[in-house]
């Protein structure tokens, strides 16, 4: 469904921006980019898997290794912005654009399940 097919479509548009980025001569906003998704990318995986684990938890409680994850996600986002915002390594601003690949891969899904519903017969029905 369309749990499966987010990470499909943030890899797709992290890809296809790391390509442009590069046809157009960027190769550090590209670098820049990619870590940047890749952050984005993980963070959403770990909340995934933490929302997973809190609705199957039953009286067990959420396991400590999905709650660290969870506590790190924006620590680690952010301690890479202040990185390479004070080592100048790779541009801040394409870091920062790669946060945006899960949005964007949220977008595309979303057009895809509406293109199928309207496809549907029972469309307002």
């Known amino acids: 469904g369309a749990e499966a097919r987010l990470p ?3 890899g797709a548009i992290a890809g296809l921006g790391i390509l ?3 046809l157009l001569g960027r190769g550090l906003m590209a670098g820049a980019f990619a870590l940047g998704a ?4 993980l963070g959403y995986r770990w909340l995934a898997q933490a929302v997973k684990a809190a ?3 039953g009286e067990q409680g959420v396991p400590r290794g999905v709650v660290v994850n969870l506590a790190l996600r924006y620590p680690v986002a952010l301690g ?3 990185v390479f ?4 390594w790779l541009p801040c601003v394409g870091v920062m ?3 945006v ?3 964007a891969g949220d977008m595309v899904e979303s057009v895809n399940l509406l293109s199928r519903l309207i496809r549907t017969k029972y469309y307002g029905a």
Do not use: D, K, Q
Not at 38 to 41: C, E, K, L, R, T
């Open 8 to 10: 499909r479509w943030m």
């Open 20 to 22: 442009v980025l590069l």
């Open 38 to 41: 890749g952050i984005s990318i």
């Open 55 to 57: 609705l199957n938890a």
């Open 80 to 82: 890479a912005v202040l």
């Open 85 to 88: 915002y004070e080592t100048h």
């Open 97 to 99: 654009a790669g946060w």
């Open 101 to 103: 690949v899960p949005f």
